[in-house]
């Protein structure tokens, strides 16, 4: 019987918290959301608009192409839509007419992050920031993208430079959560853990930090520290797959056979992840 390997616990890019935003006074918002939901208060999604306010929205583009208001009023309203490649074109044409709005060149990059086009997003977030060094949600994003393509010095010079500067709570939060993650993923586990307890030690509820918490304890073989974490988040969140992804690793780790299986089992039934789900196969065949 084999030691698995201890499980990552997921990229930059997918935490728990949206990074979109549209305005400094908007991030305030956002901050104060991000920080509702950590402490387990429902709050309500942003309104899709209609498809009528699009129809007019659009028309009103159409019949006014110098307006720069009425693109971004459009911009803005494929973006809450999903539609994030209706709302790059509609940016691209905002800031055609007003390119010193650069809180549009911002939301811009977002757009071109959300649909997938990470290229332009890195080259309209490196644009934003030539205009503002110290935009704390613009170092972020860009932080994210280069952090899950691998650039983990690049994106841990952004996280430090971005720490430097917000302002916002729920923002600084993901930020302090990013650059754990990227000590984590660049080996420092001794570093990550010091950063995830400083993060959990004023937000204890947010599970996703303290299950890369318990990987890290994992990765250095500090498997009872491992289990502990993954129990404190299973206490609050019985399903949450990847602590008992990391819960079932620690067991096989220990060659407790048996609980490894069950912790496996109850991956099965809490995700079909693909990601997840191989990596549970590969413990079970090990297991077998």
Sequence with gaps: MGTPEVIETG??????????????????????????????????????????????????????????????????????????????????????LE????????????ACQRSGDLGMAVYHYKEALGHEPQHAPALYDLATILHKGGQFNEAQVLYMKALG?????????????????????????????????????????????????????????????????CQAVLAVEPKNALALLNLGVAYQTQQRTADAKAAYQQVREATDDPAIMAKVEAGLAVLE
């Design 99 to 110: 390119p010193e709005w650069n809180a549009v060149r911002v939301d811009l990059a977002t």
């Design 165 to 229: 500067v917000v302002t916002d709570p729920g923002l600084q939060l993901r930020i302090d959560h990013g650059l754990a993650r990227v000590h984590l993923d660049q080996g420092d586990c001794p570093m990550a853990i010091t950063l995830l307890q400083a993060l959990l030690a004023s937000t204890p509820s947010y599970s996703r930090a303290r299950t890369d918490l318990a990987s890290a304890f994992g990765r250095l073989g500090q498997t009872e520290d491992a289990i502990r974490e």
């Design 11 to 96: 990229s930059s890019l997918d935490w728990q918290f949206a990074n979109a935003h549209f305005s400094q006074t908007s991030l305030m918002v956002l901050g104060l959301l991000a920080l509702i939901v950590i402490a387990g208060i429902v709050v309500p999604k942003r309104k899709r608009p209609e498809r009528s306010q699009i129809k007019r929205l659009l028309a009103r583009a159409e019949r006014e192409p110098q307006n720069a208001f009425a693109q971004k009023a459009l911009g803005y309203a494929y973006f809450d839509d999903g539609d994030y490649e209706a709302a790059v074109e509609a940016f691209e044409a905002t800031l055609a």
